[in-house]
């Protein structure tokens, strides 16, 4: 029953990552629109996207998949690779937020 609940658990978070990645995506020249620098601001919003559909990708990785299958070489691998990507996205983001406002 544990596992089960926390199955639900990741797909529930899962989805609601990667709905809120693709709004913010379509949604990204709408939230510059009153910046300094739109197309600066625009490029940061998506890569907070990026960072949010990776996190749901680690997510889906170690919640979902990961109880399922028995070797967990290949698991790892994509689980530490999309934590890198979700990091250094963030950190894109961060930055071109920063300098989209001075």
Do not use: K
Request: proline fraction near 3%.
């Amino acid at each position: 029953m544990a596992r089960l609940m926390t199955v639900i658990f990741g797909v529930v978070l899962t989805i609601g990552l990667m709905v809120a990645a693709l709004l913010a995506w379509f949604h990204a020249p709408v939230y510059a629109s009153a910046a300094e620098r739109p197309d600066v601001l625009r490029w940061a919003v998506r890569s907070f996207a990026v960072a949010a559909a990776a996190g749901a990708q680690v997510i889906a990785f170690s919640l979902i998949v990961g109880p399922r299958q028995r070797s967990g070489a290949g698991n790892l691998g994509l689980r530490l690779l999309a934590g890198i990507v979700c990091c250094a996205a963030a950190v894109s983001g961060a930055a071109l937020g920063v300098a989209a406002r001075g």
